[in-house]
């Protein structure tokens, strides 16, 4: 079994900047996917950014340019660089990982979350 857990949340003014971390733990033969989507109240869980195993990254329109995922492969852990922080990117920040564990079964996780609170 795989587990996902978040670090980084906490409370920022407008403007300011947050990095979050997302470090997976288990039998990992191999990550795909890592990316990372929020849940504002209100709303539906949306997506924010992914990394591929290639390296390739996509962002949803509403943080690009401010945002920035990376990941360091030999730790199995993913980040999001927070930029240019607006009120309306407060939610909580959930994190994603798909691969393959132990014996090849695929596995696909999520994190518990962590709670980012922008204020104006």
């Known amino acids: 079994q795989v587990q996902l857990v978040e670090s980084g949340g906490g409370l920022v003014q407008a403007g300011g900047s947050l990095r979050l971390s997302c470090a997976a733990d288990g039998n990992i033969n191999g990550l795909n996917t890592m990316a990372w989507h929020r849940h504002a109240p209100g709303n539906q869980r949306d997506f924010v950014a992914l990394m591929d195993n290639t390296g390739s990254t996509r962002y949803a329109d509403s943080v690009k340019g401010r945002f920035t995922i990376s990941r360091d492969n030999g730790k199995n852990t993913v980040y999001l660089q927070m930029d240019s922080l607006k009120p309306e990117d407060t939610a909580v920040y959930y994190c994603?990982?798909?691969?393959?564990?132990?014996?090849?079964?695929?596995?696909?996780?999520w994190g518990r979350g962590t709670q980012v609170t922008v204020s104006s």
């Open positions: 994603y990982a798909g691969g393959r564990a132990n014996y090849g079964r695929p596995f696909a996780s």
